[in-house]
């Protein structure tokens, strides 16, 4: 029970995680010295990868409640 509740956790985190490292990867081989405004700096870019994870989430979320309210109407 749980590692269950462990796992569900993990699952809406992780995306938002791998968002930040995407975006410290993008800072560290894309980013530029200067004016660039997301990939000039770290903090910026990273929270910007941070974004992108968490939209990823919250569409993974509301694309199954929206499937399973279609699935309750279909019955």
Known sequence: MMIGTFWTKIKYFLPL???VVGGYLYYSFVGCNGTCPI????YISSAYGG???AII???KMIFR????DENNKQI
């Open 39 to 42: 990939s000039g700096n770290l």
């Open 65 to 68: 409640s929206l499937k399973k």
């Open 17 to 19: 995680v791998l968002g």
């Open 51 to 53: 974004l992108i994870g």
């Open 57 to 59: 989430t919250d569409w």
